[in-house]
């Protein structure tokens, strides 16, 4: 089971940039890298996954090493209402994926 | 309706009361999934459904007893609740058991048990 390790909370202002890193020393061969963004009393949502190298949409981009031990979440110009908990997850099948507890962002005006 | 919705969003409940939280999706999925998020507690899987069939129990206490009659309903039912039990309980899906496919939450039962 791979478990990660991300930064208890971070805080930014609007209109910057925001890096995310999670490490996943023990990441398997199979695992996919996941990251789902949590509001207090919902559901957490999908942001974005990815294999390898960079992925990006509409709302975020994912950069991942080589070696894959470590991703980083990316979020362009963040507004108030991306104040949320970002969770990173890696695995292969929903059944062996770990939440941990996620990085609490918060932006301020 | 779209998406994935859960009925009651709050419930309260006695310790001998028996009561069921309810989820169905709209999105043709083949996996449904219970979790437990507790106040300062990271997010717990709780059981796994694939294809109407369990295919993961996480040392879950038998209180909890979840039903799939079919792909698109999921059902937790429960009985003789500690207050401990306390805390949003949310249902997800997904195309299947894969990661490759995102999973889609529910906006939760908030239970409380007094």
């Known amino acids: 089971l791979a478990k990660t390790t991300q930064p208890i909370s971070m805080d930014s202002y609007e209109g910057q940039e925001v890096n995310i890193t999670c490490s996943h020393n023990?990441?398997?061969?199979?695992?996919?890298i996941t990251w789902y963004q949590q509001f207090p009393s919902q559901g957490p949502r999908f942001i974005i996954q990815g294999y390898k190298t960079k992925v990006t949409n509409e709302v975020a981009s994912l950069f991942i090493p080589a070696d894959r031990k470590s991703s980083t979440l990316s979020l362009p110009r963040v507004s108030l209402s991306d104040t949320a908990v970002y969770y990173c997850l890696v695995g292969y099948n929903f059944n062996k994926f770990y939440f941990g507890s996620g990085t609490k962002l918060n932006v301020k005006p | 309706e779209t998406g994935v919705t859960q009925t009651p969003r709050h419930l309260v409940m006695g310790m001998t009361n028996k009561k069921s939280l309810k989820c169905e999706q709209h999105l043709g999925h083949n996996a449904m999934y219970w979790y437990k998020q507790s106040a300062k507690k990271p997010l717990e899987l709780m059981f796994v459904y694939s294809l109407e069939e369990r295919v993961e129990n996480n040392s879950v206490p038998s209180r909890f007893s979840p039903e799939c009659p079919n792909s698109s309903h999921l059902f937790l039912h429960l009985h003789t609740l500690q207050p401990e039990d306390s805390a949003l309980y949310l249902c997800?899906?997904?195309?299947?058991?894969?990661?490759?496919?995102?999973?889609?939450f529910g906006p939760g039962t908030r239970l409380t048990v007094t």
């Open positions: 997800a899906s997904s195309q299947s058991g894969l990661a490759t496919h995102e999973q889609y």
């Open positions: 023990n990441i398997a061969t199979n695992d996919y």
